[in-house]
């Protein structure tokens, strides 16, 4: 294998940057409907939302406490594949509490847990899917994970150890079973109907993101509802002041229960006018980036010290990095920026990957260029590998441990809020294919016996390939595991400075 040069990496892991632009206004038609069939005139976003969009005005005033995200490492954990506390082979949050050890003991002096600073709870609400990415109930925990007041220990004794907390907000669409979409999908005159965006005909639009090809109008009772995703995630009208409202609501009901910050899922996409192909409209609109200012200045007004980490999932080229710097928005009366406090680096992960399994430091610093040139000075980045929507990188990399010893360096000499995907330390790979992503989402090894010490039942989904030998107790034995150099590489990175803010 060709060496990886760290020595060549270095000089680039700082960034200053600076601010880019975004694109121009498009018309759009009335709230929540598009074409001529639908009631109303064209007309642009509401004024409210055109006048902060244009001065830039929403989010002056309370400055964001986040700097403790500035250097923290962070756990991402799916409840169901983590620990099963019942035996009913779903993972809960009375597993992940008493595991909460695992990833940090709170004990500066002890050197047996992971040391990051952090959890990102993927979908904890009710939802007809397994992984809980259409939500029928904003302000409930889903059953299989426990009660609220589970939840809410969790939250405390994370904190007791010194874990933030942050959670997913899926705040694009909704569960197709929300009834919010029960009551909108039977007519006009339904009193969520206005919730939702709706045509009278169909239209010829694929998905948002570059490369979609799958429809994004579905019909329902005569007419037809807009739904970027699936159809079984419809989408939420965020120009409808009602919902802008709500959905405040409920980040202020889980941020005043604890939690200290919220993934924001699909975060490109909230609010379309007109297609991609005719404008460019369904993503990265000027009023899309006029919403996360307000709902910034929300956030900043009720828990300045939460974060707000955005799903920008782009392509790996400059334009795509210049697309994430755009989504913090302005550093001028807002340190860090006036939109979201971060956003995952799809571009650098793609370039780590690629980097390491080729032996080749060139893309990855043509892409530290790339951002020293493009964002905001100041800002916070959120490096990572993988998540729970792409392969596995000990798959990815053929298991080879050289290989994902070098990618968890590199990552871990990065500034910024560093992600880990749960299992990652260990080297976990894909399990059985399967057509929703399970494979990418499978229980959590922490034996390898037949139940993995996941549940003493019979676990939701199976176990990653081998892992008798691949498991946290096996790991933990061995001083040259992957497990244990992720610790090490972990207290370094809190150790030096430089590490943790690129200064």
């Not at 939109?339 to 893309?363: E, I, T």
């Not at 990855?364 to 000075?377: E, F, V």
């Not at 968890?408 to 330390?425: M, R």
């Not at 498991?471 to 497990?483: G, I, Q």
């Amino acid at each position: 294998m060709r060496r990886l040069s760290l020595s060549r990496l270095l000089p680039w892991l700082v960034v200053p940057t600076i601010a880019c632009s975004t694109s121009a206004p498009i018309p759009l038609t009335s709230a929540g409907h598009f074409g001529a069939s639908a009631p109303g005139k064209v007309r642009r976003a509401p004024c409210c939302m055109r006048a902060g969009m244009l001065q830039g005005e929403a989010s002056a005033g309370v400055q964001w406490q986040h700097e403790w995200a500035r250097g923290a490492v962070i756990y991402q954990l799916f409840v169901r594949s983590f620990s099963d506390s019942d035996g009913d082979g779903h993972g809960d949050f009375n597993g992940a509490t008493a595991k909460l050890d695992y990833l940090n003991d709170g004990n500066t002096e002890t050197t047996t847990d992971l040391g990051v600073d952090g959890i990102w709870l993927m979908p904890i609400h009710p939802s007809p899917s397994y992984h809980g990415y259409d939500v029928a109930n904003y302000e409930a925990i889903n059953p299989q994970y426990g009660t609220m007041a589970d939840f809410e220990r969790f939250v405390s004794e994370a904190h007791k150890r010194g874990i933030r907390v942050i959670m997913d907000f899926v705040i694009n669409h909704t569960s197709a079973q929300h009834p919010w979409f029960l009551d909108a999908a039977t007519g006009p005159k339904a009193r969520y109907r206005d919730w939702y965006v709706w045509s009278a005909t169909p239209r010829d639009w694929v998905q948002p993101w570059e490369g979609g090809k799958g429809p994004v109008w579905h019909e329902r009772n005569g007419a037809y509802f807009y739904a970027a995703f699936l159809r079984e995630m419809p989408d939420l009208n965020h120009r409808n002041p009602e919902v802008r409202a709500r959905m405040r609501e409920v980040a202020g009901f889980w941020l005043s229960r604890g939690i200290d910050g919220l993934r924001v899922d699909g975060s490109r996409y909230l609010i379309e006018t007109g297609s991609n192909a005719e404008h460019g409209g369904q993503r990265d609109t000027l009023e899309t980036h006029a919403y996360w200012r307000d709902f910034s200045s929300y956030v900043r007004s009720v828990k300045p010290d939460a974060v707000l980490v955005g799903e920008n999932w782009v392509q790996p080229e400059r334009a795509g990095t210049a697309i994430l710097a755009s989504y913090y928005g302005s550093t001028t009366s807002v340190a860090g920026g006036d939109q979201l406090s971060m956003s995952f680096n799809f571009p650098l992960s793609a370039r780590l990957l690629g980097g390491v399994k080729d032996g080749a430091a060139g893309p990855i610093i043509d892409k530290l260029k790339d951002m020293r040139d493009l964002y905001p000075a100041g800002v916070t980045d959120a490096p990572f590998l993988a998540n729970h929507d792409m392969p596995r990188i000990a798959t990815v990399l053929g298991g080879d441990r050289r290989r994902l010893r070098a990618a968890a360096a590199v990552l871990l000499t990065l500034p910024g809020s560093i992600y880990l995907y749960y299992g990652e330390e260990l080297g976990l790979q894909d399990g059985a294919p399967d057509a929703e992503d399970r494979d990418k989402r499978t229980p959590m090894p922490w034996t390898g016996g037949t139940t993995g010490g996941f549940t003493t039942g019979s676990p939701w989904y199976g176990f990653s390939p081998d892992h008798r030998r691949i498991n946290v107790a096996s790991e933990a034995r061995d001083r040259r595991s992957l497990h244990n150099w992720y610790k090490t590489l972990i207290a370094t990175h809190k150790a030096v400075r430089a590490l943790r803010e690129g200064s």
